[in-house]
Nanobody
Framework: VRLVESGGGLVQAGGSLRLSCAAS????????VGWFRQAPGKEREFVAA????????YYADFVKGRFTLSRDNAENTVSLQMNSLKPEDTAVYYC????????????????????WGQGTQVTVSS
């Protein structure tokens, strides 16, 4: 399973970016997916997740109302729409999926996920 994130870049505070995660070797259908981020000098933290059915999404408090997670089964991609970006959103953003289909559990824990992308840099200037 290979995950590739894209869509990162440099944006001014208040702007928007749309990150995508593409999967090869597997479809996103019936798999939970999570997004995490890691800022310089900080630990990786949970951002958002979608359960395996796609019917439920979960967000960290600091992105609620600003970020939206969606899945396109036809394109086999998962997207993270990020609006009203703040300088503190600057980080490398990673998508991740678990090994098994229909897995459910602690979506906000890194240990729930087995496969990770290489990350995409998001930089928000003030």
């Amino acid at each position: 399973v290979r995950l590739v994130e894209s869509g990162g870049g440099l944006v001014q505070a208040g702007g928007s970016l749309r990150l995508s995660c593409a999967a090869s070797g597997r479809t996103f259908s019936n798999y939970a997916v999570g997004w995490f981020r890691q800022a310089p000098g900080k630990e990786r933290e949970f951002v958002a997740a979608m359960n395996w059915s796609g019917f439920s999404t979960y967000y960290a408090d600091f992105v609620k109302g600003r970020f939206t997670l969606s899945r396109d089964n036809a394109e086999n991609t998962v997207s993270l729409q990020m609006n009203s970006l703040k300088p503190e959103d600057t980080a490398v953003y990673y998508c991740a999926v678990p090994r098994y289909a229909k897995s459910s559990g602690s979506y906000h824990h890194e240990g729930f996920y087995d496969y990770w992308g290489q990350g995409t840099q998001v930089t928000v200037s003030s």
